[in-house]
């Protein structure tokens, strides 16, 4: 009986010791569980918004994976939540490159996706082409989304219609004159064609488009939720 008692206070220590570990235990598990969880929230949302901000028919961008530089250079925390509500109320942070674009909250950890997307810079081209009698026509030197025509005739010719690949985009019987502006397909090169009355001198037709120059970088989403 008396080693029993002696016994008592080693067991109660050691039940001490067990709960104690248990709880710990426990503790670093829901720790552990809550963590992997809010990681996972963090890379859908990043995941999420990245795959928005690549879209074909995203605002940011001219094409899938091809982001406008103009417009992204625009994008602000407040633009970033209007137009992609998917960050919700998390902390968010959109880099391209060494710029940041947006930033929102304090997204000093959380979790950062990245992809290789291309930007696009559109640059101004002028174009005077020598129009032959024969073929009145100019195939622009690279693809343009627009272009500007101005038609000064130097003699007593009068262009009537203009041709975008075939496809009649201005016509006038009486003679066009002026500058006009024609959308084109980005996809594909675009050839001119001018109808006139007569052989178009030198200097009749001044042509402004618009081509593209895309260059690689890395775009880094960071949420921390």
Same mark, same amino acid.
């Given at each position: 009986m008396t080693r029993g008692q002696m016994n008592l206070p080693a067991l109660a220590v050691a039940l001490l010791v067990v709960t104690s570990v248990t709880v710990v235990s426990l503790g670093l598990a829901d720790r552990a569980y809550l963590s992997a969880e809010r990681d996972a929230d963090e890379r859908r949302i990043a995941v999420a918004l990245s795959e928005r901000l690549v879209a074909p028919d995203s605002q940011v961008t001219t094409r899938a994976n091809?982001?406008?530089?103009?417009?992204?250079?625009?994008?602000?925390?407040?633009?970033?939540?209007?137009?992609?509500?998917?960050?919700?109320?998390?902390?968010?942070?959109?880099?391209?490159?060494?710029?940041?674009?947006?930033?929102?909250?304090?997204?000093?950890?959380?979790?950062?996706?990245?992809?290789?997307?291309?930007?696009?810079?559109?640059?101004?081209?002028?174009?005077?082409p020598d129009l032959s009698p024969s073929d009145p026509a100019v195939t622009l030197p690279r693809r343009s989304p627009r272009v500007e025509i101005e038609l000064t005739p130097l003699d007593e010719s009068n262009v009537k219609m203009v041709k975008a690949n075939e496809?009649?985009?201005?016509?006038?019987?009486?003679?066009?004159?002026?500058?006009?502006?024609?959308?084109?397909?980005?996809? +594909?090169?675009?050839?001119?064609?001018?109808?006139?009355?007569?052989?178009?001198?030198?200097?009749?037709?001044?042509?402004?488009?618009?081509?593209? +120059?895309?260059?690689?970088?890395?775009l880094a989403v960071t949420v921390d939720d």
């Open positions: 091809v982001l406008d530089s103009e417009t992204v250079a625009d994008l602000n925390h407040s633009r970033l939540r209007s137009q992609f509500p998917v960050t919700g109320d998390a902390d968010v942070e959109v880099r391209l490159g060494d710029r940041t674009l947006a930033v929102g909250g304090d997204p000093t950890g959380g979790t950062t996706v990245r992809r290789i997307v291309l930007v696009e810079n559109r640059t101004t081209a002028s174009l005077t496809n009649v985009v201005l016509r006038n019987e009486s003679g066009l004159r002026g500058r006009f502006e024609v959308r084109l397909s980005r996809f +594909e090169t675009t050839t001119l064609a001018f109808e006139s009355d007569g052989a178009l001198a030198e200097g009749s037709v001044e042509l402004t488009y618009y081509p593209a +120059e895309t260059s690689k970088a890395v």
